[in-house]
């Protein structure tokens, strides 16, 4: 029989007498055992969360042995400066897989004190039946990844040049400081005034989860409505413009637009991936819509359909909640923009269009309100 005091008095020593990967992987599968063995027998929380823990500590060393090592993925002779050398052993031989070193790996490259934290609250926390398992030290550790990545990020963007076709402000104010007739092209994503927040990643910091300035309906129609009215005597006398809205909003942004300009034919994105909403009543959402009018008569350069199949930017990848990618930026200007063109803006988000124009060598300028977004923006244009 097992107790919590005899597996704790016997933890310290238990530990200290792993060296190497199999002597790890050794008294893992013990403890995996004895786990088996608490949870079959149905014993009380804290012996549970006891075994719990002695295995996290088991796996936390191990992760730290496999990042000192030198395990090869692949089976086969090696070379060392032209000399055969013995095969280095693989994870399969160690009885492991590719997922759980990397679990192990990320829960070693937890800072200490993070790590016992986590320890202690789930103890604390025994009384509610929250156990103690490996998914959430390994959420607790992908969660320090992340912050370590963005405060990496933060720092980063302080040591690049601010761009000089990017302005931060009100783009109200910025707009009106341009010389009338001078914009060619404007291509922007207002915000829709639905007061955006995706509620899909369970990661409270993900970028998904930001919000966004003005997204609330009646400040998001009156800036639509205003911008407009300063747009009529910035763009030139033949100008093509673009908004991206959702179906949600699309008659009401037409309404506003149409005020001001002639509506041409819109354009639908594909996005590839269905959004989240109704799961049950209703169809999955993959597109997006795009206003396409104009100011004049300006030719486009030539006839494209309508639909436009990119693939949305990957979470992962994200930088604004509601980023649009490179490529779907760059296929509009295709049809629209000549080598002298002056393309604007006034919500540049993730500063996707004016990457976009960079690297397509156009005259461009982005504003961006969001202080914090607009030097993310400068850090991903420059990237």
Same mark, same amino acid.
């Given at each position: 029989?097992?107790?919590?005091?005899?597996?704790?008095? *016997?933890?310290?020593? /238990?530990?200290?007498?792993?060296?190497?990967?199999?002597?790890?992987?050794?008294?893992?599968?013990?403890?995996?055992?004895?786990?088996?063995?608490?949870?079959?027998?149905?014993?009380?929380?804290?012996?549970?969360?006891?075994?719990?823990?002695?295995?996290?500590?088991?796996?936390?060393? #191990?992760?730290?042995?496999?990042?000192?090592?030198?395990? &090869?993925?692949? +089976?086969?002779?090696?070379?060392?400066?032209?000399?055969?050398?013995?095969?280095?052993?693989? $994870?399969?031989?160690?009885?492991?897989?590719?997922?759980?070193?990397?679990?192990?790996?990320?829960?070693?490259?937890?800072?200490?004190?993070?790590?016992?934290?986590?320890?202690?609250?789930?103890?604390?926390?025994?009384?509610?039946?929250?156990?103690?398992?490996?998914?959430? #030290?390994?959420?607790?550790?992908? /969660?320090?990844?992340?912050?370590?990545?963005?405060?990496?990020?933060?720092?980063?963007?302080?040591?690049?040049?601010?761009?000089?076709?990017?302005?931060?402000?009100?783009?109200?104010?910025?707009?009106?400081?341009?010389?009338?007739?001078?914009?060619?092209?404007?291509?922007?994503?207002?915000?829709?005034?639905?007061? =955006?927040?995706?509620?899909? &990643? /369970?990661?409270?910091?993900?970028?998904?989860?930001?919000? $966004?300035?003005?997204?609330?309906?009646?400040?998001?129609?009156?800036? #639509?409505?205003?911008?407009?009215?300063?747009?009529?005597?910035?763009?030139?006398?033949?100008?093509? $413009?673009?908004?991206?809205?959702?179906?949600? +909003?699309?008659?009401?942004?037409?309404?506003?637009?149409?005020?001001?300009?002639?509506?041409?034919?819109?354009?639908?994105?594909?996005?590839?991936?269905?959004?989240?909403?109704?799961?049950?009543?209703?169809?999955?959402?993959?597109?997006?819509?795009?206003? =396409?009018?104009?100011?004049?008569?300006?030719?486009?350069?030539?006839?494209?359909?309508?639909?436009?199949?990119?693939?949305?930017?990957?979470? &992962?990848?994200? +930088?604004?909640?509601? /980023?649009?990618?490179?490529? $779907?930026?760059? *296929?509009?200007?295709?049809?629209?923009?000549?080598?002298?063109?002056?393309?604007?803006?006034?919500?540049?988000? &993730?500063?996707?269009?004016?990457?976009?124009?960079?690297?397509?060598?156009?005259?461009?300028?982005?504003?961006? #309100?969001?202080?914090?977004?607009?030097?993310?923006?400068?850090?991903?244009?420059?990237?």
């Amino acid at each position: 029989m097992i107790d919590t005091l005899m597996l704790r008095d *016997e933890a310290q020593k /238990q530990l200290a007498q792993i060296t190497t990967i199999e002597t790890g992987i050794e008294y893992l599968n013990k403890v995996k055992a004895i786990e088996t063995w608490a949870k079959a027998e149905k014993k009380d929380a804290i012996l549970q969360n006891a075994i719990a823990e002695q295995k996290i500590r088991t796996q936390k060393i #191990l992760g730290g042995l496999l990042k000192e090592s030198v395990v &090869s993925k692949n +089976v086969g002779n090696r070379y060392v400066d032209g000399n055969q050398v013995a095969p280095s052993k693989t $994870l399969k031989d160690f009885g492991i897989n590719k997922k759980q070193s990397s679990t192990f790996q990320k829960i070693a490259s937890m800072p200490e004190e993070l790590f016992e934290q986590e320890i202690a609250q789930a103890k604390d926390e025994t009384e509610k039946r929250i156990e103690l398992t490996t998914s959430r #030290l390994l959420k607790a550790a992908k /969660q320090y990844e992340k912050d370590t990545k963005r405060k990496e990020q933060s720092e980063q963007v302080n040591t690049i040049n601010i761009s000089e076709n990017i302005k931060q402000g009100n783009s109200l104010e910025i707009l009106k400081t341009l010389k009338d007739n001078c914009i060619d092209i404007v291509l922007t994503d207002p915000p829709y005034g639905i007061e =955006y927040k995706s509620n899909r &990643s /369970q990661d409270n910091n993900a970028v998904t989860k930001r919000g $966004l300035l003005n997204d609330g309906k009646k400040e998001a129609y009156e800036l #639509l409505e205003n911008t407009c009215k300063i747009l009529v005597n910035k763009t030139s006398e033949n100008a093509h $413009l673009y908004f991206f809205c959702s179906w949600s +909003v699309f008659s009401d942004f037409e309404s506003i637009i149409g005020k001001y300009f002639t509506i041409k034919t819109p354009i639908v994105w594909n996005k590839g991936n269905k959004g989240s909403g109704d799961l049950e009543n209703d169809w999955g959402n993959q597109t997006e819509l795009i206003i =396409y009018c104009v100011k004049g008569k300006k030719n486009i350069n030539y006839r494209k359909g309508n639909v436009l199949n990119v693939s949305k930017v990957h979470s &992962s990848k994200l +930088v604004h909640p509601t /980023q649009k990618p490179e490529e $779907l930026i760059k *296929e509009i200007l295709e049809v629209s923009a000549l080598k002298n063109d002056f393309i604007v803006d006034p919500f540049m988000g &993730s500063g996707s269009t004016i990457k976009a124009c960079n690297e397509m060598n156009l005259k461009s300028l982005g504003i961006e #309100l969001d202080k914090e977004m607009f030097n993310i923006a400068n850090n991903y244009i420059n990237g």
